[in-house]
């Protein structure tokens, strides 16, 4: 995967974290590793985010605490709108 800054100098790029660009940890070319600071996208689709689905599930961590982070996900997405 190609590696590639931060954040897309095209789509947020304020001197500041322009300058020190290269100190941030960088991201890979698919979407999924995309920073796009895209509120309107996000506000819809992290609420609709499965966190029972498998690629949540770790090993050694007990149903309870799952249990416990689906009802405090469910209490964001309700809290959000």
Known sequence: MKLMSWIDPENFNPNYLMRSMHLLPQRGDKPQWQHTQDYWHEKDALPAID??????VY????QEVRDANKAAAKQFATAAG
Do not use: A, N
Not at 51 to 56: A, N, R, V, Y
Not at 59 to 62: A, N, R, S, W, Y
């Open 59 to 62: 090993e050694g961590i007990e």
């Open 51 to 56: 966190l029972d689905g498998k690629e949540f």
